[in-house]
């Protein structure tokens, strides 16, 4: 069964400064990053093994990989200033090495981390997170997926935040990692009509960027998220002429542009 993440956190609530390296000595069983918190470390397992759980909408946690001596975690929130995707519990006593971005600066040489394999690592596990969260990306061809891996850009934004206006042109195609999104019409009365809210592995904002068009829908965070963010810039210079990604997103912005006369027509 996998393990659930105990109620005590070893991450400091003070916040005081962080040594540049620190070793740290935990018994099995204890949690040394929560999902959703703040990431201004990684750490490198020197000595035993961990676990790596990831909840959504409060379910229990699940178990989605084990790391052991040798590997690293942590590193995408530490170098994209995002917050923790991933709780890691331990499984058995561990010596865990903690770096701040300091410590990854000045001692990253002398513990065998390198800043271009953190890099690497970082990508490897975004796109991991993409194709676990969106069905549409994991079905396209391996060549394409990577190239979106190194393309989308992390970011984290807090509740209540417009990422999409009605009627405005959208500047990046959108995939949601973590948190909720509520996506509505508004009427010439004024009167909104709701569309389902965006969860865990949507993706949104192709139309604006495949068709040069205005969004059809205004999209705001309900609860803070975690977003993979492809400029349209990048969009168009690099995935424009790939006629896989394009198909794909054509396909579901049709089907968005027919809800959307639909709900348009609702009086």
């Known amino acids: 069964a996998s393990p659930s993440a105990p109620p005590s956190a070893t991450e400091p609530e003070v916040a005081t400064p962080a040594p540049p390296v620190c070793t740290r000595y ?3 069983g204890q949690v040394v990053v929560r999902e959703g918190d703040p990431g201004n470390s990684m750490f490198v397992v020197l000595e035993g093994r961990v676990a790596v759980l990831r909840g959504n909408d409060g379910a229990a946690n699940t178990e989605v990989g084990r790391l052991g001596a040798g590997e690293f975690f942590g590193e995408l929130a530490l170098l994209t200033g995002t917050k923790r995707t991933a709780t890691v519990v331990t499984v058995e006593d561990v010596v865990l090495l903690e770096l701040t971005q300091a410590g990854v ?3 990253g040489k002398d513990y065998g981390v390198k800043g271009d394999e953190m890099q690497v690592t970082a990508k490897e596990r975004l796109l991991a997170d993409t194709l676990r969260s969106n069905p549409l990306i994991a079905a ?3 060549e ?3 190239e979106l891996g190194d393309a989308f850009v992390p970011c984290t934004v807090p509740a209540g935040e417009t990422l999409l206006t009605r009627g405005q042109p ?3 195609l959108y995939v949601l990692l973590r948190g909720k999104c509520e996506v509505f019409h508004t009427h010439g009365d004024g009167r909104q009509s709701p569309y389902p809210l965006l969860e865990e592995g949507a993706l949104f904002g192709e139309i604006s960027l495949l068709r040069s068009r205005l969004a059809t829908a205004t999209v705001r965070t309900v609860t803070p998220c975690t977003l993979l963010k492809l400029e349209r810039e990048v969009f ?8 896989d990604l394009r198909g794909a997103l054509v396909r579901l912005g049709l089907e968005r542009l027919k809800h959307t006369i639909e709900v348009m ?3």
Request: charged share 25%; net charge positive; glycine share 12%.
């Open 26 to 28: 935990l018994q099995a």
């Open 105 to 107: 600066r000045e001692l």
């Open 140 to 142: 396209l061809p391996q």
């Open 144 to 146: 394409v997926q990577h």
């Open 170 to 172: 959208g500047d990046a």
């Open 236 to 243: 168009r210079k690099a995935f424009l002429g790939q006629p």
């Open 265 to 267: 027509g609702d009086k």
